[in-house]
């Protein structure tokens, strides 16, 4: 693992402009809706970090993270940037508890990996009504890995977590469950959640963002949250914007009424004697998460 000290200016210079653009309406949407101008960030997983120059032209403070180089160290060499190369958790060991206003994950694909992995193999050995119902997430399973969870203590109290999700997404429509393990996940490393957000029209496709500290706190600024601008749009990259601009706030912390089984109500059930599940289900559901994946 290197840690590397790079200028941001001559970091940010070397970015393709396409992706960079792509992703501005996204990226000044997060920046506006929870005050983070002039923030200490932590991004693993950064990749090319054209989202994180957002936060740069907003004034923050910015430590990246990725396995991959997609610069030259030599021309970047200077101050004001932090890159670890190489795997996260150990960037994690190097780096103090409570150092970062907010920690960004956008993308991460170990943590992507898992869950998809974790989505197939439950498919493969679920029950009849579990694959009528698309149910894909198993109960009690940790939405995020231990590099993710870690993590979490980089953040200072009062601080938050913003987590993307694009492969490997847990339709949140058939699994409200999974919400309610990401909050249970959450608490358990200190931080409450705030939001989560999906597409209307692709629902493993999620925006979940967490406050660190405790839930009266928490809720106090979930409350300040609703004179701030909405969110209308995020995963900038998208290639149908007509779904990404179609979002759908399916949690909030302060207001019980939002809540992933209030927002995709399941359809009536009717009164009769449940029917065989046709052999192909199971397929069905296989294939439903590999469209999805693919986006």
Known sequence: MQKLELSPDLFF???????????????????????????NVLSLGAGEAFEESWFYNSDCTLTLNDINLSFTPAVCQGSGLTFYHGDAGAALVDIPDGRYDL?????????????????????AQQTEDQAAHYVTWPDDELPYSETLNDALAKIRDGGLVIFQHYRGGVCVDTNPHYIDEIEKQFQSAGVQLLEVYTFRRST??????????????????SKSLQARPEIKTFHGRYGDKEIST????????ASEHIRPRKVFPPPPTAHAEPQPTPPAASAGIVERLRSLFRR
């Open 13 to 39: 210079s070397n970015l393709r402009t396409v992706n960079r653009d792509l992703c501005k309406d996204a990226m000044l949407g997060l920046v506006h809706r929870y005050d983070l101008s002039g923030k």
């Open 103 to 123: 920690l960004y994950v956008s993308s991460f694909h170990p943590d992507e990996i898992r869950r998809e992995t974790i989505q197939a193999d439950f498919v």
């Open 204 to 221: 493993p496709h999620l925006l979940v963002v967490g406050y660190k500290g405790d839930a009266s706190h928490a809720l106090e600024f």
């Open 246 to 253: 179609d979002v759908v706030k399916v949690f909030e912390l």
